[in-house]
């Protein structure tokens, strides 16, 4: 036992003698920053340009982030540009992040590269990461016409990385007006940009917690819950309906609220969302909206380069600590929906899993997707992660039932990218079930009518023949 215990502990210590060596062979000759503060989101934009100064090729990179904003991460995208191409080739993350050993403010993951470093070689490395809920307003309460602050302190002021970093800087948009920041010298702040450096010579894991507390207008609109349904009938059409219930996280309005200093002053709306857009693919028809107390009663439909818009315009501004709840729908043909795949005889519904309202963070979607009586054996590609639940509804005249897929989604912001394709079988010959049961049921009442009727008669018959 003690020799299989000494051979374990040599082979741990040597992997990770191994990683350290890998760690100071790698460098980073060049890291850039930028951090968008504009919304309720943080959209980060890293380049890193990587250089190889050990004496063998290296094939993995260890990436870290801070733990801070992990929990927060809707979407994180790493990508090699190679011979300057303008898109870069994705990579996959061996594993699953996990806390650095050097410091618990790191998580870190190892990526693979899609061409190997040699030695004196360079690599560079795009890093795409929005992030929601880290922003908070500061004050937290104001009064209508104050323009709301906002604070960011979940980062860190430098590129955190396992590798020495030679030049670092960082840029962070706002949108109007730094009122304090924690970054050390040298800092460029103007109106609309903070400019952190360039830093040199940074050593590994170096960590210096940046807040920054600034103006931000931007209304922050998150919805608790949507839910996204989607109906396919084969008879032409596919069914859209969005059930919304959207509050504004951000500064809460106390005191009292004019509206007639909202229609006549443009400074006693700031910071409020008057309306509401929505997006839908270029043939959405039979468009239309509701909520149960009339809040919104006006629209303004008009066609976009994405598609057609659909401006949502609620009777009262939605201000900090207000919500709304209501249902939004429209259809699509048939045609434009779903295609038939000749060769396998399967039916693909392409479409986006993301709700239709624009720059809302949804903190639970669903999406309901219910497929045509008779349908089976259904496949599901998603690019967002989703738990699947699977039930049966049954609808106008339906005998079996159809099958629903139930896809449940976590923090999904704008700029995901949420494609979803979903494949399944299905015989024609199924169309012809609602007609026959119909028919069935109308020739069953006809003939009851019929039989009914001719009984009546016969006993008219029999009583006057009694009487005769």
Not at 50 to 59: L, P, V, Y
Not at 139 to 149: C, K, M, S, T, V
Request: charged share 20%.
């Amino acid at each position: 036992m003690g020799a299989k215990l000494r051979t374990f502990l040599l082979l741990c210590a040597l992997a990770a003698l191994g990683r350290v060596e890998s760690a100071n062979a790698l460098v980073i000759e060049q890291a850039n920053r930028e951090i968008d503060l504009t919304t309720q989101r943080v959209l980060h934009s890293t380049k890193l340009t990587i250089k190889n100064d050990g004496r063998s090729k290296e094939e993995i990179i260890n990436l870290c982030w801070p733990t801070s904003l992990m929990p927060h991460a809707a979407t994180i995208e790493v990508g090699q540009l190679k011979d300057e191409e303008e898109r870069p080739s994705k990579l996959i993350p061996k594993g699953d992040w996990a806390a650095s050993a050097v410091t618990a403010s790191a998580s870190c993951a190892d990526f693979t590269l899609a061409t190997p470093l040699a030695t004196g070689d360079k690599a560079e490395i795009v890093i795409e990461a929005v992030y929601t809920k880290v922003l908070h307003a500061r004050p937290a309460e104001i009064q209508q016409g104050d323009y709301q602050r906002v604070v960011y302190n979940v980062d860190e002021v430098h590129t955190l990385s396992p590798y020495r970093i030679i030049k670092d800087s960082t840029k962070i948009n706002i949108i109007d007006g730094v009122e304090s920041h924690s970054a050390p010298s040298p800092v460029n702040v103007a109106k609309k940009v903070l400019t952190l450096g360039p830093y040199s010579n940074v050593a590994p894991f170096t960590t210096a917690p940046l807040e920054v507390h600034y103006k931000n207008a931007f209304p922050f609109l998150e919805a608790g819950s949507v839910v996204r349904e989607i109906s396919i009938s084969h008879w032409g059409n596919v069914y859209f309906e969005e059930r919304y219930d959207i509050s504004h996280k951000g500064a809460k309005i106390i005191g009292e609220w004019s509206r007639f200093s909202t229609m006549t002053k443009e400074e006693a709306s700031i910071g409020a969302a008057p309306q509401l857009p929505a997006i839908m693919p270029p043939k959405a028809r039979w468009i239309y909206f509701r909520d149960d107390i009339g809040n919104i009663s006006t629209s303004r439909l008009r066609p976009t380069p994405q598609g057609v818009q659909a401006v949502l315009i609620p009777r009262f501004p939605l201000f900090g600590g207000w919500s709304i709840k209501f249902i939004f729908g429209y259809s699509l043909p048939l045609a434009d929906t779903v295609v038939k795949d000749s060769r396998t005889g399967r039916y693909a519904l392409v479409t986006s899993a993301k709700p239709s309202v624009k720059d809302v963070v949804v903190e639970e979607l669903q999406v309901r997707v219910i497929l045509p009586e008779g349908a089976y054996d259904p496949q599901i590609e998603s690019i967002i992660g989703y738990d699947l639940t699977n039930e049966k509804q049954y609808t106008y005249f339906d005998i079996l039932g159809r099958n629903v897929l139930v896809l449940n989604m976590r923090n999904v912001a704008p700029e995901n990218a949420a494609g979803l394709a979903i494949s399944y079988k299905f015989a024609s010959s199924a169309l012809l079930l609602k007609p026959l049961v119909l028919s069935g049921g109308l020739l069953i009442i006809v003939s009851a009518i019929i039989m009914f009727t001719a009984a009546g008669k016969g006993e008219d018959m029999n009583r006057k023949l009694k009487i005769n």
